[in-house]
């Protein structure tokens, strides 16, 4: 089946440091990747919509310039977390959509911030 | 904005006892989907529902889809100590046809921990 890479899966960072996490999908065109932040034991807060060759749509509360998501083919789309303090710490996690395929996710990243 | 009310949030129950979710709306969605996701892992799809009144079996679980494409329920029957995981629903918004494209609506997930 259709499968969405997610690298890194765990990164661990100094405050202040950018930090960049690749959502690949691997045997779809993903037309549209979605972007989600998740606290422990809670569901998922989608932070941002990316369509293939556009920007991005954040949503409400989202700091654009914070989290900057390209989305330059239709296999990859990358989210940079830009000086990154103690509280950005979380896990992110993508999906990506196309074709016939349901909304596929990744295997996340934990992002600790230290 | 579309809400998705899932309850309960927290289930803890003993092996080979019956269970059921439930994620409800006041909104119409052309689509709803089912997702369990362990620990440090990303959620994976159980099953997507599209007919209203429609009602999907996957082994011992059973998911429906309310007549009015408003509310959904998965019941597991027989838990198990593998079940154990976190359920989440989603809805797919009407305009997007029933596809993916659009964003999904998720509930607030169930945390389910079935003791052996």
Not at chain 2, 69 to 82: E, M, N, V, W, Y
Request: charged share 15%; hydrophobic share 35%; net charge neutral.
């Amino acid at each position: 089946g259709a499968v969405v890479s997610q690298h890194p899966s765990w990164v661990i960072c100094k405050s202040g440091t950018s930090v960049k996490i690749e959502c690949r999908s691997l045997d779809f065109q993903a037309t549209t990747m979605f972007w989600y932040r998740q606290f422990p034991k809670q569901s998922l807060m989608l932070m941002a919509t990316s369509n293939e060759g556009s920007k991005a749509t954040y949503e409400q509360g989202v700091e654009k310039d914070k989290f900057l998501i390209n989305h330059a083919s239709l296999t990859l789309s990358t989210l940079t977390v830009t000086s990154a303090h103690p509280e950005d710490s979380s896990f992110y996690i993508c999906s990506a959509a196309g074709g016939n395929q349901p909304q596929h996710f990744g295997d996340g990243t934990r992002l600790s911030i230290l | 904005t579309q809400l998705l009310e899932q309850s309960p949030q927290f289930l803890s129950i003993q092996e080979g006892e019956n269970l059921t979710v439930y994620c409800n709306s006041s909104s119409v969605f052309s689509s709803l989907q089912w997702y369990r996701q362990e620990p440090g892992e990303g959620p994976v799809l159980l099953v997507t529902v599209v007919t209203g009144g429609e009602v999907k079996k996957l082994k011992r679980l059973t998911f429906q889809f309310g007549d009015a494409r408003k509310d959904s329920s998965l019941h597991i029957t027989a838990a198990q100590p593998g079940d154990t995981g976190l359920y989440l629903c989603a809805g797919a918004p009407f305009w997007a046809g029933g596809t993916s494209y659009g964003k999904l609506t998720f509930g607030q997930g169930t945390i389910l921990t079935v003791h052996p």
